[in-house]
Nanobody, 124 residues
Framework: QAPLVESGGGSVQAGGSLRLSCAAS????????MGWFRQAPGKERERVAL???????IYADSVKGRFTISKDNAKNTFYLQMNSLKAEDTAMYYC??????????????????WGQGTQVTVSS
């Protein structure tokens, strides 16, 4: 299916938690990347957390230890559990799927499908 559909965004206080979901039914993800990106006003889009084609997570340093990416193969859905949220995490979050996987270097690129975005706002 395309486009992907995100849910779970909202407004929370610093230190709180949110869980984002990305519905991607109809796809087999073995051998492809999937995951989450974000973009704040005036800043570049950045990778947040990915699952590589080998099934292992790849995290941005800024979220490592606070965010966890996971997937439910039976439901063709993947998630981003965000704990200990900071004001700096405020951004539009996008899920993406069917990224090309390069075993050498554990790299992902050229994601074929994207969601519309869900806003996450963290207040200090």
């Amino acid at each position: 299916q395309a486009p992907l559909v995100e849910s779970g965004g909202g407004s929370v206080q610093a230190g709180g938690s949110l869980r984002l979901s990305c519905a991607a039914s109809g796809y087999s993800y073995y051998g492809y990347c999937m995951g989450w990106f974000r973009q704040a006003p005036g800043k570049e889009r950045e990778r947040v957390a990915l699952i590589g084609g080998d099934g292992r997570p790849i995290y941005a340093d800024s979220v490592k230890g606070r965010f966890t990416i996971s997937k439910d193969n039976a439901k063709n859905t993947f998630y981003l559990q965000m704990n200990s949220l900071k004001a700096e995490d405020t951004a539009m979050y996008y899920c993406a799927a069917r990224g090309r996987w390069y075993l050498t270097g554990r790299l992902c690129s050229d994601f074929a499908y994207w969601g519309q975005g869900t806003q996450v706002t963290v207040s200090s």
